[in-house]
């Protein structure tokens, strides 16, 4: 069963334009990793959350983690076409391990046409 | 630069055949994983590593053998026992202790002739 849901699967914007994506687990989270991958390219790392209510912020993009630590979102603020590519989120699951194992939800696949 | 190379970028593998992807990192990371990407799924977990000469199976081992006998080193054989290969092959990296992220590689896809 899959433990993180992503959503939308897809989003279509208009440049300019704000959106949000969302990332909910079954489970309590250690960790929460947001990834930005173009289609056939390795994952870039954005931000990592770990604290109940904890916020974090690069250029537009910003990163909530819920105070339960089970929902996460992502939130760009006038999207760019630079903007496109596929969000996944990981989940980090263990206090205190050292195998730093994720288990990653099935990515938003995000389009900003111009 | 450190970073993590993949190679080859694109790889064919006739029927029965045999083949072994390659991933070195030369970031110190003393963990290493392999993931398998296919089109509108996440990444599955296919071994991880996190010290030499040791390994783990993931999610979907089946099919699948590795080896870990360098740090920087951590290559994939996709056997001929699996029986699905074709997919996009991500290999990763980190320090290995919690509140980290993985480091990833720019991946190989692999084909089926």
């Known amino acids: 069963s899959q433990e993180l849901e992503q959503s939308p699967q897809s989003l279509i914007v208009q440049e300019g334009k704000n959106l949000t994506i969302n990332c909910t687990s079954s489970?309590?989270?250690?960790?929460l990793y947001w990834y930005k991958q173009k289609y056939g390219e390795g994952l870039i790392f954005l931000m990592m959350?770990?604290?109940?209510?904890e916020e974090k912020s690069h250029e537009k993009i910003t990163a909530k983690l819920d105070e339960k630590k089970q929902q996460s979102s992502l939130h760009i603020t006038a999207s760019q076409p630079s903007h496109a590519g596929i969000y996944l989120c990981?989940?980090?699951?263990?206090?205190?391990?050292?195998?730093?194992?994720?288990?990653f939800g099935r990515g938003t696949q995000l389009t900003v046409w111009p | 630069d450190g970073g993590i190379t993949q190679s080859p970028k694109y790889l064919f593998r006739k029927e029965g055949q045999n083949v072994t992807l390659s991933c070195e990192q030369n970031?110190?990371?003393?963990?290493m994983y392999w993931y398998r990407q296919d089109p509108g799924q996440g990444l599955r977990l296919i071994y991880y590593?996190?010290?030499?000469?040791?390994?783990q199976k993931g999610d979907i081992a089946e099919g699948y053998s590795v080896s870990r006998e360098k740090k920087e080193s951590f290559p994939l054989t996709v056997t001929s026992a699996q029986k699905n290969p074709t997919a996009f092959y991500l290999c990763?990296?980190?320090?290995?202790?919690?509140?980290?992220?993985?480091?990833f590689g720019d991946g190989t896809r692999l084909s089926i002739l």
């Open positions: 990763a990296s980190s320090i290995g202790a919690g509140n980290q992220p993985q480091h």
């Open positions: 489970k309590t989270l250690y960790g």
């Open positions: 959350l770990q604290k109940g209510g």
């Open positions: 990981g989940a980090d699951y263990y206090r205190g391990s050292t195998l730093g194992r994720l288990y």
């Open positions: 970031l110190n990371h003393d963990a």
């Open positions: 590593s996190q010290i030499v000469n040791d390994f």
